[in-house]
């Protein structure tokens, strides 16, 4: 198990493995695989995961956290828990931070910010109310999809208006739900780095996951959910 970087464009795609974490100038081992001979895990193991709240529409933008227990890969199962009526999706363009930093002030929040992801905000039906149980609907094992990897160049893929899809696929038939775009959102990624970083310390690995804009809608098991970003490919789940 080992981080990599990846170049190419989809069945092209080269995984070269590296020594260490990838926060610095990668040192590479020589080892090279293609698609088909590589397990895709979580690109990153954060220590907390931040969750922009209400960051579209006429909602005041808040944050919840996700414990870094409910992260998995692409491909990995989403476990509906006994607890739970159900669960739902959200579908999120996601930020991932670069390194230790604290009072990021908005104007400089790329200087922060190692690359972006896809993440699947999973939250269980029936426990999501206001409060505590907000949380707890949103904290179980396998509720935060992240993957399939981090694209580090942020001017090639344009986060600040990009296309976030939701699909999902119930037997043989899929439902596509509504496209939106980060364009958008009510708080800038500079204002909501910087909101972050004035409360708490971001560590390297950390993920903010910025508020938008797939709609929360039911899964059931059986169902495999996909959350598609322009550019960043397609995170897919089986939900059980």
Same mark, same amino acid.
């Given at each position: 198990?080992?981080?990599?970087?990846?170049?190419? &464009? %989809?069945? !092209?795609?080269?995984?070269?493995?590296?020594?260490?974490?990838?926060?610095?100038?990668? &040192?590479?081992?020589?080892?090279?695989?293609?698609?088909? &001979?590589?397990?895709?895990?979580?690109?990153?193991?954060?220590?907390?995961?931040?969750?922009?709240?209400? !960051?579209?529409?006429?909602?005041?933008?808040?944050?919840?956290?996700?414990?870094?227990?409910?992260?998995?890969?692409?491909?990995?199962?989403?476990?509906?828990?006994?607890?739970?009526?159900?669960?739902?999706?959200?579908?999120?363009?996601?930020?991932?931070?670069?390194?230790?930093?604290?009072?990021?002030?908005?104007?400089? +929040?790329?200087?922060?910010?190692?690359?972006?992801?896809?993440? !699947?905000?999973?939250?269980?039906?029936?426990?999501?109310?206001?409060? @505590?149980?907000?949380?707890?609907?949103?904290?179980?094992? *396998?509720?935060?999809?992240?993957?399939? +990897?981090?694209?580090?160049?942020? %001017?090639?893929?344009?986060?600040?208006?990009?296309?976030?899809?939701?699909?999902?696929?119930?037997?043989?038939?899929? $439902? *596509?739900?509504? @496209?939106?775009?980060?364009?958008?959102?009510? +708080?800038?990624?500079? %204002?909501?780095?910087?909101?972050?970083?004035? $409360?708490?310390?971001?560590?390297?690995?950390?993920?903010?996951?910025?508020?938008?804009?797939?709609?929360?809608?039911?899964?059931?098991?059986?169902? *495999?959910?996909?959350? %598609?970003? &322009?550019?960043?490919?397609?995170?897919? !789940?089986?939900?059980?």
């Amino acid at each position: 198990m080992s981080f990599s970087t990846v170049d190419g &464009e %989809e069945q !092209n795609l080269t995984f070269r493995a590296i020594a260490g974490h990838p926060f610095e100038e990668p &040192e590479y081992t020589g080892k090279e695989f293609r698609p088909d &001979e590589v397990k895709l895990l979580a690109p990153m193991l954060p220590s907390k995961i931040v969750l922009i709240e209400d !960051n579209h529409g006429d909602g005041e933008p808040n944050f919840l956290l996700k414990p870094p227990t409910a992260v998995i890969g692409p491909g990995a199962p989403i476990r509906i828990p006994a607890a739970a009526m159900g669960a739902a999706f959200e579908g999120q363009l996601a930020l991932v931070i670069g390194k230790p930093c604290k009072d990021v002030a908005a104007a400089d +929040w790329r200087s922060a910010v190692f690359g972006a992801t896809i993440l !699947n905000d999973v939250s269980a039906v029936g426990l999501d109310t206001p409060g @505590e149980q907000a949380v707890r609907a949103r904290a179980f094992d *396998t509720f935060c999809p992240v993957g399939p +990897w981090i694209d580090t160049d942020l %001017e090639s893929l344009n986060v600040e208006d990009t296309e976030v899809i939701g699909h999902v696929t119930r037997g043989e038939e899929k $439902t *596509t739900y509504e @496209e939106a775009s980060t364009s958008s959102i009510v +708080w800038s990624f500079g %204002e909501m780095i910087e909101y972050v970083s004035h $409360t708490m310390t971001l560590l390297p690995g950390d993920i903010i996951a910025t508020g938008l804009p797939v709609k929360q809608h039911q899964l059931a098991a059986g169902d *495999t959910v996909t959350i %598609e970003v &322009e550019g960043l490919g397609q995170l897919r !789940n089986r939900v059980l």
